[in-house]
Each structure stands twice: as structure tokens, then as C-alpha cells.
């Protein structure tokens, strides 16, 4: 019985529950790549706009002022040359049509602008509630692999204790399975990682010293009966 024991702990020692499935990847929200292309064409009509303003403009703080704005919105985007030369037109012929035209253009693209950025809002709360159904799903699944080894762990000590004489090491394995079992309340900690690998390690070790005890022991009671054979 003691081998068979034994051999029980070894299967503990060298197997382990199949690694769960690695949590899904965030998916990135398209919508903000549409809004951030979307910001980028109104700064580089804004810039090109200034652009085409700056010459009309007097020297002195005003010219300044719009100048260091070209400057700012130019880190963002680039003015562009069509656009800076359809503002010139509008300027030098004092076209009043084209600048209610452009007003209009510019309403219409705060309107977008705006539905675009709730889009992207929304977008944003679906993935970050799927991200968290998902990482929930996950710990289960972890939870559960985690308890059954457990489990097993805890019925292998449970089976030395009742089968064999060395009943410290085997409520060391039924320790370490009862900590594995036990492990639900660490899936909201900071520490889960490492409350997770510390428990599969000092559960691990308590099953290595339960073995290398047990040979030290047969060692013993072998060394022993040899002894007793010469003295006969």
C-alpha cells in the first residue's frame, strides 16, 4: 500500500491540469480611428484657413497671435494647399457667398464631429464591458482547474492518511490541496498572480517532502532489517 501511496504522490508531483485558455485581446475601437482622421482634416482646414489669413493681417500682436496658432495647429496637421489657396480666393475677391458656404461647412462638421465622438463613447463602454465579462470567465476557469487540483491533491493525502503510517506528510498534501481549494477569495486581489504561484509552489513542495521523507523512511527500516540479518 505505501508504494501504491507513492506512486499516487509522484502522479501529483509531475502532473498538472491543462493551462486555460489566454483571455481575448482587447479589440481596438475603429471609431476613434475615424474620429481622430476626422480632428485631423478640421485642424488642417483651421490651420490652412489661418494660413490664408496671415498675410492680410497688419504686423504687430494680432499677426502674432494667429501665427503661433498656425504653429499649434500644425502639430497636429499640416495646413493643406488646396484649402489655404480656396481661403486666399475667398479673401482677396471679399467673397461673401464662400464665407457663408464655409460657415455652413463648418456646422455641419461640428454636428459629425459630435455624433462621432458619442459613437466612439459608446463603442468604448461595449468593449470595456466585454473585456470584463471576458477577464470574469477567465478567473473561472482558472478557479476551477486550480480546485480540482485541489481536490485531487487533498484526496491523495487523504489516502495516506487513512493507508499509511506517515500521517504528518500526508496533512502536509491535504494541506496544500485544502489552500488550492480554498483559493477563491485571491481572484480580486492586486496579489493574484503571485497568491497563485505561491500556493502551486508551497504545494508542490509539501508533496516533494512527503516523498523524500517517505524514502528516507524506507531507507531506515531497510538499513535496519539488513542490520538485524548480520546480527543472526
Known amino acids: 500500500m505505501r508504494y501504491i501511496v507513492i506512486a499516487f504522490l509522484l502522479t501529483g508531483c509531475i502532473s498538472k491540469p491543462q493551462p486555460p485558455p489566454a483571455a481575448p485581446a482587447k479589440v481596438e475601437n475603429k471609431e476613434k480611428d475615424k474620429y ?6 478640421i485642424v488642417s482646414d483651421s490651420a490652412s484657413a489661418l494660413t490664408a489669413v496671415v498675410p492680410v493681417l497688419d504686423k504687430g500682436t494680432v499677426r502674432e497671435v494667429v ?7 500644425s502639430g497636429v496637421a499640416k495646413p493643406s494647399v488646396a484649402k489655404t489657396q480656396e481661403f486666399q480666393k475667398i479673401i482677396a475677391t471679399n467673397d461673401k457667398k464662400g464665407v457663408e458656404k464655409d460657415k455652413k461647412e463648418a456646422s455641419k462638421v461640428e454636428a459629425e464631429t459630435d455624433a462621432l465622438y ?8 461595449e468593449l470595456m464591458e466585454a473585456h470584463t465579462r471576458a477577464d470574469a470567465e477567465f478567473k473561472q476557469k482558472v478557479l476551477w482547474q486550480f480546485s480540482t487540483a485541489g481536490l485531487g491533491l487533498f484526496t491523495i493525502g487523504l489516502l ?11 496533512g502536509t498534501v491535504m494541506a496544500g490541496g485544502m489552500l488550492a481549494m480554498a483559493s477563491a477569495w485571491i481572484f480580486d486581489s492586486t496579489w493574484f498572480i503571485w497568491i ?4 502551486i509552489g508551497i504545494t508542490a513542495l509539501s508533496i516533494v517532502y512527503a516523498i523524500v ?11 535496519k532489517a539488513d542490520t538485524e540479518e548480520q546480527r543472526e
Open 213 to 223: 521523507k517517505n524514502n528516507k523512511s524506507k531507507a531506515k527500516e531497510d538499513a
Open 160 to 170: 495516506a492518511l487513512a493507508f499509511t503510517p506517515f500521517k504528518k506528510s500526508a
Open 67 to 73: 501665427e503661433a496658432q498656425v504653429t499649434r495647429l
Open 36 to 41: 481622430i482622421e476626422k480632428v485631423e482634416a
Open 118 to 125: 458619442a459613437m466612439v463613447e459608446q463603442k468604448d463602454y
Open 196 to 199: 497563485v504561484g505561491g500556493s
